[in-house]
């Protein structure tokens, strides 16, 4: 069976750079880029003019940066999945775009097979954050550094379950694991989701 078409839209304010990402789809039958975007304003300014599933951006743009994209992304357009691909492996930024329902964080040094594992995750309404990033983020959760609002403290059970999660263990077998209930774990889950304002 063939697999679905997923059609996307990259954003990258280095031209360069944007005609090698677009490049690496050519060969790929089930990505479709479908439009090109130097700024993000571009972008939003013709989303409504094509058929996107996923839109592809970079974090440092002038005017209007990836974060704010993502934003505008999803307050504008909800259906329209985003997936940031960026030098910056900075926890804040991955904060800011966790907090704000980004579907997907990649480093652009990723190999051409993750990213395409990325897009078909997200496009099956999953979330995909690569290694790098998670462990960016992990450590400072795990650190107790500042972050806006005060310190987020985290119990050692907490930190426990939490790295199961980022490793994408189940309730179940993190129950298993640990020798507690999945009723447990599932209380837990949604007081780390409490704690450090994300949706999932």
């Not at 994209?69 to 910056?88: A, G, M, R, Y």
């Not at 329902?101 to 979330?127: F, H, M, T």
């Not at 005060?150 to 077998?173: D, F, H, M, N, P």
């Amino acid at each position: 069976m063939s697999k679905k078409i997923i059609n996307i839209a990259l954003v990258d304010d280095h031209a360069m750079f944007l005609d090698g990402l677009a490049a690496i789809f050519d060969n790929e039958g089930n990505i479709n880029v479908v439009f090109k975007a130097t700024s993000a304003q571009e972008i939003l300014n013709h989303l409504t003019e094509y058929d996107i599933d996923i839109i592809v951006t970079d974090i440092s743009m002038p005017e209007i940066d990836g974060i704010e994209l993502n934003i505008q992304i999803k307050s504008q357009f909800p259906k329209v999945k985003t997936l940031v691909l960026s030098t910056h492996n900075d926890p804040d930024k991955i904060e800011k775009l966790i907090k704000k329902d980004v579907d997907g964080y990649l480093l652009k040094n990723a190999e051409k097979g993750e990213l395409l594992e990325a897009l078909e995750s997200i496009q099956a309404g999953n979330k995909y954050f690569s290694r790098d990033v998670k462990e960016a983020y992990m450590n400072q959760v795990f650190h107790g550094e500042e972050k806006s609002g005060g310190q987020v403290k985290l119990s050692r059970r907490e930190k426990e379950i939490l790295k199961y999660l980022a490793e994408e263990y189940t309730a179940k077998e993190i129950a298993d694991l640990l020798f507690i209930s999945a009723h447990t774990v599932h209380t837990h889950k949604k007081n780390l989701i409490s704690k450090l304002h994300v949706k999932n």
